[in-house]
């Protein structure tokens, strides 16, 4: 199994924790996303993913893209631990949870898109960055909505176990960190986000322990 990642990628940091989640070895294949014009976009990587981004896992020849569609498909190939709920409608939260933040907040601050910001409609670093913080903490709180008012949320998302949703939003906090978001009108979020990463499988993770870490 190799998977093809970058340390500060947050699609890659989820595959990393549930491959970790999972106890599973992997070769790990060192994608610079900003070096020489960004390696994704070499011909021998579009070869594999023609969408130029990461994460991508391999698998036995099956090559997988998508961050939630691989942990989906780990989740249905090496079903222990379980990182969906039992039953419908805890895996209907457990996803919603998940695409809050993989579809409604991470895209709209991607590297593609924060440098298509910069390089072509000429906003400068300031506005880039409050682009960043505005979408980031509006979904975040929502998400913290989601969180805070259910009582199906424990010491992580959705229960006392780690899930899809917990694997989505950890990696999240982290860029938010990064970029100086303002984090502390989503207390459940952040207490969740402490949580986790007190889990071995999370701790081991993050992007400062990767290989390609800089």
């Given at each position: 199994m190799k998977l093809h990642s970058y340390f500060r990628s947050s699609a890659a940091?989820?595959?990393?924790?549930?491959?970790?989640?999972?106890?599973?070895?992997?070769?790990?294949?060192?994608?610079?996303?900003l070096q020489g014009g960004g390696e994704q976009f070499a011909d021998t990587f579009k070869a594999?993913?023609?969408?130029?981004?990461?994460?991508?896992?391999?698998?036995d020849g099956l090559v997988l893209t998508?961050?939630?569609a691989i942990i989906e498909y780990l989740d249905e190939t090496r079903p222990q631990p379980p990182l969906l709920a039992a039953d419908a409608a805890g895996r209907a939260r457990v996803r919603?949870?998940?695409?809050?933040?993989?579809?409604e907040i991470h895209p709209l601050n991607n590297l593609r898109v924060l440098?298509?910001?910069?390089?072509?409609?000429?906003?400068?670093?300031?506005?880039?960055?409050?682009?960043y913080r505005h979408w980031v903490e509006t979904g975040l709180a929502a998400v913290e909505a989601m969180l805070a008012g259910d009582p199906r949320t424990g010491a992580c998302c959705h229960g006392d176990t780690p899930t899809l949703a917990d694997i989505c939003l950890v990696p999240q906090i982290f860029n938010a960190q990064r970029?100086?978001?303002r984090l502390d009108h989503v207390p459940t979020v952040m207490r969740i986000h402490r949580h986790c990463l007190t889990l071995p499988a999370f701790a081991a993770s993050v992007p400062a322990l990767q290989p390609d870490a800089e």
């Open positions: 940091f989820r595959v990393r924790i549930a491959l970790a989640l999972k106890g599973l070895d992997y070769e790990y294949a060192a994608v610079h996303l594999i993913n023609p969408a130029a981004l990461v994460p991508v896992l391999e698998d998508q961050s939630l919603a949870l998940a695409l809050a933040i993989a579809c440098g298509y910001l910069s390089k072509t409609l000429g906003v400068s670093a300031e506005q880039r960055s409050a682009w970029f100086e978001a």
